[in-house]
């Protein structure tokens, strides 16, 4: 494999506003959900970034992965833009970075069985053939350490952990170089997480992904993560390895996300 | 395991059941709490933490029922009591916050109609509700009052459910996930008010949690349960640092921890039987390094200092920890 010089994701200076009416017959604002970010990711690095609801985390998630237009700035997946010159997502946008979503219970089709659902996104133009299809969801199926025997299932028959594997194997379906992953654990059972995060690690080893990974909790963000990057109120407010933003931390939201993480108990004045 | 023979709560061999389909959900729990206790109760969905936690008010959903074991508040049981005893128990002696305080919170009603309507349930007055919301933090409580709850952050929200839980001045507090839905700042300095609380008033406390670095921070008694069962309960301090069953183990070894950046986490294998697999084994053998054969049968509860669990093979768990 060449190796580009260019970073697997780029964004410069990206903004973006929401128009939202205040009220039913409100006057109309416009709300800056994110200000001025500025990322870059390494080919097969992660990037982690934390922050709390409403920092505008999950906006640039889905702005990666091409599902929403910045209202100004750039962004390129392996040196190609994610979205032209009036806000459209390029060919190339579509396909670069997938998302893999936080909730598998409600991310995938309860009517379409297993091989349908990996199926369906090789179905979209390019389409591949049918031996094609049947030969990359039987891979697909594999690498995410399950069965060929689950293809012919419905999702109802899976527990979220497995579901999670699927939501997984759907986004590598068209062999992305990015996957955007929006808290893709927090809502799998304690004894599953640490599962899914070790399959996401082996499948970067193996496929040479770049990731975007998001969450709120530090611990599993920390694992994952070469760097990370610290959203406040739709600003990056600090940026660096993982271990400069545990060891040093900057900024007092960052400070404060650690030492809770680093639960000791509360003291009690009567002891 | 614990001589505590003065518990004021006291649940025994608690079993609760889908009526309709046959289905056991808690399968034999027992716990105690103590005056001015806080236990914690932690486990995984579906493991009949939350069931356990809503048989002792009694707010178990249709379709769910209580059909083994007793309830013993202060003496009496109060597992089938009457509705009209659980409405003199609920908000005096017994109080309960949730999850989600936005669902548990009308949006029409301004949050004084609706801390009203708690207090004229347990006799308290608009003084009292006014020290309640100062005492939870609340800067200008006279605004709050005029106030509807999508004007209040969820952490905001969280502290007017405590508000108003308190104002009976309950003898337990029953806490299900209650920072669950927050963000993890907000998350710590509700727990803590909630830990302030219990400690000023002596208010035992129920909580029930996923999060095992909650637990750490607040309770001084866990409970953990896997399947409808307490495996493993003593001090926390010492489940924590020393588990005896080895879900705990696993479950402790298994988290990322910011005190090392490791490759791979010690993830544990395969996934939590639903309540139509269980057996009378051990339900987590499946999955457990140490099983052997002997784990088909039901296991003993082995006691320790201070601490039990659930396990044939506590002595491997034991040994292992001393070889590493």
């Known amino acids: ?271 | 395991m614990m001589n505590e023979s003065a518990s004021m709560l006291s649940i025994r061999d608690l079993s609760v059941k889908a009526s309709k389909r046959d289905l056991t959900l808690v399968d034999g729990v027992s716990l105690e709490i103590g005056a001015g206790e806080r236990v914690a109760l932690v486990g995984e969905s579906g493991s009949g933490k939350s069931l356990t936690c809503m048989s002792i008010i009694r707010l178990l959903a249709k379709g769910l029922e209580i059909s083994g074991g007793s309830i013993s508040w202060q003496g009496e049981d109060i597992s089938h009591a009457s509705s009209g005893r659980m409405r003199q128990l609920r908000g005096r002696e017994i109080s309960m916050i949730y999850q989600e305080p936005l669902t548990s919170l009308n949006p029409v009603l301004s949050i004084g109609r609706q801390l009203a309507e708690a207090a004229t349930h347990v006799h308290a007055t608009r003084a009292d509700v006014l020290t309640m919301l100062d005492r939870v933090g609340f800067e200008h409580p006279e605004r709050v009052l005029r106030q509807r709850p999508h004007e209040l952050s969820g952490g905001m929200r969280q502290r007017i459910m405590i508000a108003m839980a308190l104002l009976g001045k309950p003898r337990l507090l029953l806490a299900d996930e209650p920072t669950t839905a927050l963000d993890v700042t907000v998350q710590d300095q509700v727990l803590k008010l909630i830990y302030d609380i219990t400690v000023e008033t002596g208010t035992a406390l129920l909580l029930v949690s996923h999060d095992l670095g909650v637990v750490r921070r607040i309770a001084d008694k866990v409970a953990v349960m896997y399947t409808g069962r307490i495996v493993e309960s003593g001090r926390t301090e010492n489940v924590l640092s020393d588990p005896r069953h080895p879900y705990t183990d696993a479950l402790l070894r298994s988290a990322p921890s910011l005190e090392s950046k490791s490759d791979r986490l010690v993830a544990i294998p395969g996934r939590v039987p639903t309540p139509s697999e269980w057996t009378d084994g051990c339900r987590f053998a499946q999955r457990c390094e140490y099983a052997t054969d002997l784990c088909l049968t039901k296991p003993p509860v082995v006691e320790f200092d201070d601490q039990a669990a659930e396990c044939w093979h506590t002595d491997r768990l034991v040994a292992m920890e001393g070889a590493s």
């Open chain 1, 1 to 271: 494999m060449t190796t580009p010089v260019e970073p697997a994701v780029s964004a410069v200076g990206v903004n973006k506003t929401f128009r939202i009416a205040e009220g039913f017959f409100g006057r109309k604002r416009d709300f800056h959900a994110v200000r001025d970010v500025s990322l870059s990711v390494p080919q097969g690095a992660t990037l982690g970034i934390i922050g709390e609801s409403g920092s505008g985390k999950t906006t640039v998630a889905r702005m990666l992965a091409g599902l929403h237009a910045p209202t100004s700035g750039h962004i390129s997946i392996n040196g190609a833009p994610v979205f032209d010159a009036k806000g459209r997502p390029t060919a190339a946008g579509r396909s670069a970075a997938q998302m893999v979503f936080q909730d598998p219970y409600s991310a995938l089709n309860p009517r379409m069985n297993v091989r349908a659902i990996l199926a369906e996104p090789l179905t979209v133009a390019p389409a591949a053939s049918r031996s094609e299809i049947d030969r990359r969801v039987n891979e697909l199926i594999d690498q995410v350490g399950m069965s060929s025997a689950a293809l012919d299932k419905y999702p109802h028959e899976f527990s979220g952990g497995q579901r999670q594997r699927l939501v997984i194997a759907r986004a590598l379906a068209r062999k992305p170089p990015v996957l955007i992953c929006d808290e893709p654990v927090s809502a799998l059972d304690v004894s599953i997480q640490s599962q899914i995060l070790n399959l996401l690690k082996d499948l970067q080893e193996e496929l040479g992904l770049t990731y975007v990974f998001i969450g709120h909790g530090l611990e599993s963000v920390y694992f994952m993560s070469d760097r990370i990057s610290v959203m406040y109120k739709g600003e990056v407010v600090e940026q660096g390895t993982a271990d400069d933003i545990l060891l040093r931390p900057a900024h007092d939201y960052t400070r404060q996300l650690i030492e809770s993480s680093r639960a000791q108990p509360f003291k009690s004045r009567r002891s």
